[in-house]
């Protein structure tokens, strides 16, 4: 009685203190690799701050729990307890009150989950523990973000302009480079500052074929040539084209009707923004 009494709980602590430590190695040795990437994000990361003055983006990286953590943890216990009725919804919210790119929060999570009432499957407790140890369920992830917003909070649009400035400045192919309207869903703004600066830096590399209705893309990006298309559905959908630089006359009025909607609504636009100072026309 006395070894259960006194010497037990003892060795009990001491066992779960070597785990703590084992477990921390575990979760170092993972930071360590998540450092390599880390540093090879670091060229990116230089690139896009060289770029984007006015949109700030960025990479960001981060220890997050696996999907398959949800399903793995009642492979060994029943929701029963903390975990009767919504259990997943009880794990997001354990998880939720940890942030794992700090060592305390595995430690604080651990120790939380070995208070709570946790009815385990045919006595698999030392199989959970062991599970829960080995932190094969925390991955680092790396989220590309736009204005302090991850990809998952962008709208549609800017979700594909970002992707898009990324692939331009990670893929270093010189081979030609077809884009179709990458303005869809964005406003112009948005436009000038996300895309323009990518665009103009990588027509530096490759040629880059681009279909657009937005003025930005096509005048704004400096594009060498321009390509009106015209099809005449009246007489049975010829298509004809004409090709030349910005400042060719022809293609200056095909710019300005199409992009600008003719020269009447691009000059009333100008006179009225020249009756606000602030604007800075």
Not at 14 to 40: A, G
Not at 200 to 209: E, G, M, P
């Amino acid at each position: 009685m006395a070894y259960i009494d006194n010497d037990l709980p003892k060795e009990i602590e001491t066992h779960k203190e070597l785990r703590k430590q084992f477990t921390l190695e575990v979760y170092n040795q993972k930071k360590q690799i998540q450092e390599i990437y880390n540093k090879m994000k670091q060229a990116i990361s230089g690139i896009l701050e060289e770029y984007s003055a006015e949109q700030n983006i960025t990479i960001e990286s981060s220890f997050k729990v696996d999907k398959i953590f949800y399903t793995q943890f009642f492979d060994y216990v029943f929701r029963y307890g903390d975990f009767h009725n919504n259990g997943d919804e009880a794990i997001r919210k354990l998880i939720g009150k940890y942030d794992f790119d700090f060592e305390d929060s595995i430690n604080e999570f651990l120790a939380e989950i070995d208070t709570l009432d946790i009815r385990y499957k045919d006595n698999r407790k030392i199989d959970f523990f062991n599970y829960l140890c080995s932190l094969s369920y925390l991955k680092p992830e790396y989220d590309l973000r736009l204005n302090d917003k991850g990809l998952n909070q962008l709208s549609p649009g800017e979700k594909g302009g970002l992707l898009l400035v990324f692939y331009l400045v990670l893929d270093k192919d010189n081979k030609p480079l077809i884009i179709d309207q990458p303005e869809d869903n964005l406003d112009n703004q948005s436009v000038a500052e996300i895309l323009v600066p990518y665009i103009k830096r990588a027509k530096k590399l490759r040629q880059i074929v681009m279909v657009t209705h937005n003025p930005n893309l096509a005048i704004v990006a400096d594009a060498e040539q321009i390509i009106y298309m015209n099809i005449d559905k009246e007489n049975d959908y010829v298509v004809s084209c004409d090709a030349g630089g910005i400042e060719d006359k022809i293609m200056n009025n095909h710019i300005v009707d199409i992009l600008e909607g003719k020269m009447k609504a691009f000059d009333n636009r100008r006179v009225k923004y020249k009756k606000y100072p602030a604007l800075g026309f």
